[in-house]
């Protein structure tokens, strides 16, 4: 199926960028400054956009309720930070994540897949799991990273049905940036009592950075999303681990070890039998 192929690329290239946001938020000192800088930065980026693109007329309510999830998973997502290695957390959140959209989209709502695409899947979230064998993840990073998984697969059923109800992609694409941007720094500020701005003043530019990143990896998952089904295209959005270990590794110093070797096979194994179906 042409537009699968296509979407497919779309998604294996947005893992692997979305990747790189994360290491930037990781590594900075204020990770809360970092993601209000992130989310901030790519709102006021596409907000003239908004000129350009149509309204996004029977999508309101799908945006309403990304922006509030995509608050919740940020928030989530910075407190696993916080307490665990990148190695260790990442894997986590991203391994729950494309098992628990598989369950809610193909179980719950329907969508049709087939075996070797169920089996791709599994293998998948498996292997990512796989790779924090050996790696120590405290009690309460660990249920942050679980719950970050399960604030990405809802907004990722969300967001799928968002982008096909839109009047376009691009409609769902701009407006959702808008909303998250201003949802996000809200939250943060107030939580801080204004104190995120300060903070972010001090790493701007790489928050910048990361909100430019984010436009690209996240809108080429939306557009995905519009082409083909969610489960397959969500699971394989989670090749970009093989990007994250490569980053954790040579630029953040942290150990390599047979499981993650394993789970990067697990992960390349399962892409492969989701693309070949």
């Given at each position: 199926m042409p537009s699968f192929g296509f979407a497919a690329l779309l998604m294996i290239a947005s893992g692997s960028i979305h990747a790189v946001v994360n290491a930037i938020v990781k590594g900075g000192r204020d990770k809360m400054a970092g993601r209000a800088l992130t989310d901030g930065s790519s709102a006021i980026i596409l907000l003239p956009a908004t000129l350009f693109v149509p309204a996004p007329a029977g999508a309101w309510g799908w945006l309403a309720a990304s922006g509030l999830l995509h608050a919740f998973y940020l928030w989530a997502l910075i407190r696993a930070y916080q307490l665990g290695d990148l190695s260790a957390v990442y894997p986590v959140l991203r391994g729950t994540a494309p098992l628990v959209t598989?369950?809610?989209?193909?179980?719950?709502?329907?969508?049709?897949?087939?075996?070797?695409?169920?089996?791709?899947?599994?293998?998948?979230?498996?292997?990512?799991?796989?790779?924090i064998a050996g790696r120590h993840l405290g009690r309460a990073a660990f249920g942050w990273a679980l719950a970050t998984g399960l604030f990405i697969a809802s907004y990722t059923v969300i967001d799928a049905h968002g982008v096909r109800a839109a009047p376009s992609p691009s409609s769902y694409i701009v407006w959702l940036f808008v909303v998250?941007?201003?949802?996000?720094?809200?939250?943060?500020?107030?939580?801080?009592?204004?104190?995120?701005?300060?903070?972010?003043?001090?790493?701007?530019?790489?928050?910048?950075?990361?909100?430019?990143?984010?436009?690209?990896?996240?809108?080429?998952?939306?557009?995905?999303?519009?082409?083909?089904?969610?489960?397959?295209?969500?699971?394989?959005?989670?090749?970009?681990?093989?990007?994250?270990?490569v980053i954790s590794i040579v630029f953040l110093k942290e150990r390599a070890t047979i499981g993650r070797a394993i789970g990067v096979f697990g992960i390349l194994g399962g892409a492969a039998l989701i693309l070949t179906a």
């Open positions: 598989a369950v809610v989209t193909l179980g719950v709502l329907g969508e049709p897949a087939d075996a070797q695409e169920i089996a791709g899947i599994a293998l998948v979230g498996a292997a990512i799991f796989a790779m998250m941007g201003a949802v996000v720094v809200a939250m943060f500020a107030a939580a801080t009592r204004g104190a995120v701005f300060a903070a972010a003043v001090r790493q701007w530019k790489p928050g910048v950075i990361a909100g430019a990143l984010s436009i690209v990896t996240y809108g080429m998952a939306l557009w995905a999303f519009a082409l083909g089904p969610t489960a397959p295209l969500a699971a394989l959005r989670e090749t970009g681990m093989v990007t994250a270990l």
